[in-house]
């Protein structure tokens, strides 16, 4: 299972990033998806997590600022992050949960400048 993230960088206090998770078709249309982030010094956390169904949850620290969605056609998760503050600064990783098995792909760095 490859899971390919991207979309992180450098961002001022109040700004916005998107971060894409690409799956491959098959896997993307039966696994709920995930975005976690980790911290410098802490554990990780989940940020937002999205299912087959469309439905979602977030953490209470993003909730109202960042938004899980799902593009079926391109197979790829987004996490739209707005109004950005320094203490969303981290490693952003996107997983996937298919067959009991969860897939995780590589980390997108995201530094929030203040």
């Known amino acids: 299972v490859q899971l390919q993230a991207s979309g992180g960088g450098l961002v001022q206090a109040g700004g916005s990033l998107r971060l894409s998770c690409a799956a491959s078709?098959?896997?993307?249309?039966?696994?709920?998806m995930g975005w976690y982030r980790q911290a410098p010094g802490k554990q990780r956390e989940l940020v937002g997590a999205i299912t087959t169904g469309d439905s979602t949850r977030y953490a209470d620290s993003v909730k109202g600022r960042f938004t899980i969605s799902r593009d079926i056609a391109k197979s790829t998760v987004y996490l739209q992050m707005n109004s950005l503050q320094p203490e969303d600064t981290a490693v952003y990783s996107c997983?996937?949960?298919?067959?009991?098995?969860?897939?995780w792909g590589q980390g997108t760095q995201v530094t929030v400048s203040s």
């Open positions: 078709r098959y896997i993307f249309s039966f696994a709920d």
């Open positions: 997983n996937a949960a298919f067959g009991g098995s969860l897939y």
